[in-house]
């Protein structure tokens, strides 16, 4: 979708169909970033079982050019919760697409989740292990979005599974991978290290409604201002809500 935010609400004015050899997809898709050329890097989450978790670029048409499925010996680690964010730096085939693992796969160490990249030159996987902040009693935190601001650093949401009154993690932070190296599987990952730039909570308290959980989408625009945004979650455990939210500037 494409969104008119010059308008108070923000209004949603076109939409492209995402489509592969003509025929509408079956992605759980998480996460949206735009290459240089205008193409679109997606990512769709597994569910641990069948489905896999997939990097997928389309073109600004929405027809599906290629799909990038992670190496065996790191989908042998998966867990029910897989790729989030998605952010693209560069152009061509010197392109590295990064993705945000929402929660921890099988072989991480407890609290520090996977933040991974794509090498479209060598078509060779690299990971770093983000430390995720504590979990609330009985609940998880967990990432939600990856957004590149320039310089290798990217704005990243991180949040807790909780909503309402019980919500407590709902965090913007920053994080800079400029001069790290990404590690293979089996080999030690580099640990991030992040800067809280924005808590949500305020943002998600200030109208007086209901929390919501599901803060899941990040962009920052040209002018460098942070927009934000929750996914409704349909209404079975959720209000049905989605917030679009307009939060100031980000310097990049």
Known sequence: FSID?????????????????????DYDLEGI????NGDFWLASEGNGKAKPNLLIRANAKGEVLEEYALPAEVAAQQTSNGFEGVAAIGEGTSTRVYVAFQREWKND???????GVLDL???EWGFYHYPLDPAVESGWVGLSELTSIG???FLVIERDNRQGPAAEV???YRIDLSGMQPAAEGQSFPLVSKRLERDLLPELKRTGGWVLDKVEGAAVDKQGRLFVATDNDRVDDASGETRFMRLGMIKR
Do not use: F, M, W, Y
């Open 170 to 172: 709902k965090r913007l």
């Open 33 to 36: 970033a735009q290459a240089a």
């Open 151 to 153: 310089n290798g650093q």
């Open 121 to 123: 030159t060598s078509g």
């Open 109 to 115: 160490p407890a609290g520090n989740v996977r933040i």
């Open 5 to 25: 935010t010059s308008k108070t609400p923000a209004v949603i004015d076109g939409q492209t169909e995402l489509r592969k050899a003509g025929k509408t997809v």
